[in-house]
């Protein structure tokens, strides 16, 4: 699973936004930005970590509980989904 080609995360005004590039500018309507950990599961969207990897890092980087961050990490990526924004 991965973020599709044409969409990119910029820091602006110290905020985390995806921006989309290319023929993706054209179908996406809108903004998205994320705080520092949303950001960081971004960037680990990217066809070499598991969904289950990914957990585990947010665990250990934010020392919350297994459950907690497996509910949030896949919300996360089923909005990112429903917005378009990931391949599987």
Known sequence: MKIKEGYI???VAGSNVVIATGTERMDFNGIITFNDTGAEI????????????????IVKDYDIPYETAKTDVENLIEK???????EE
């Open 9 to 11: 995360l910029k820091s």
């Open 42 to 57: 971004f960037n680990m969207l990217n066809g070499i970590y598991t969904v289950d990897e990914i957990i585990e890092k």
């Open 80 to 86: 990112m989904k429903k917005q378009g924004l990931i």
